[in-house]
């Protein structure tokens, strides 16, 4: 291969890495400002681990070009775990409904391996608890205060 072909090569890898991580980074930034409208006891529902930084599945909701509200996963496996979060003030109006819906559909044809998306949820997260069972999840087991839910997607 000609030595300007390999570089030009080179150059175009690393703009892609460079352009990837800013995405990254930027996605990151936006589930920062969201976890900040969260109260203690969401705080609480979401455990130590406030976000997965390093999901491979990420999306958002937006209004007016703000974003309220993020669904991300990650991926191991077979398996998809899910995390979930609405600005309080836009709740119950069907936004993580329809985040969890289209994670659904997207993760199995981005991800072929993933056969079914886990959830765990702490054992007094009403509202979690009712979205999983309103979307057909079911309850696999339930050990130190929390249940863990799973939907098959294939
Ligand atoms: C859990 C959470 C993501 C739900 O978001 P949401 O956008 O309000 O949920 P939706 O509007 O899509 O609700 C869908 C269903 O969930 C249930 N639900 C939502 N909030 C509820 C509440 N406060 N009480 C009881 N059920 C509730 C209802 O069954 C609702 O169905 P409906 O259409 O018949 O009312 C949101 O409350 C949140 O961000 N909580 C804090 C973070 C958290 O706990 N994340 C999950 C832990 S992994």
Not at 37 to 56: A, I
Not at 65 to 80: C, D, H, L, N, Q
């Amino acid at each position: 291969m000609n030595h300007m072909i390999l570089m030009e090569m080179i150059n175009l890898i690393k703009e892609k890495s460079i352009i990837n991580e800013n995405v990254s980074k930027e996605e990151i930034n936006l589930v920062k400002k969201i976890n900040n409208t969260l109260t203690n006891q969401d705080k609480e529902y979401l455990g130590p681990r406030w976000f997965y930084d390093d999901s491979q599945y990420r999306n958002f909701h937006c209004i007016n070009k703000e974003p309220v509200a993020y669904i991300e996963s990650r991926i191991i496996g077979t398996k998809a775990y899910l995390e979930i979060v609405v600005h309080p003030k836009y709740r119950k109006k069907g936004i993580a409904k329809n985040l969890i819906a289209k994670a659904m559909e997207e993760i199995p044809s981005k991800f072929k391996d993933v056969e079914r998306l886990y959830w765990v949820v702490k054992e007094d997260n009403i509202p979690s608890i009712h979205l999983a069972n309103k979307l057909g999840f079911t309850k696999i087991a339930e050990k130190n205060k929390e249940l863990r839910f799973i939907l098959e997607i294939k």
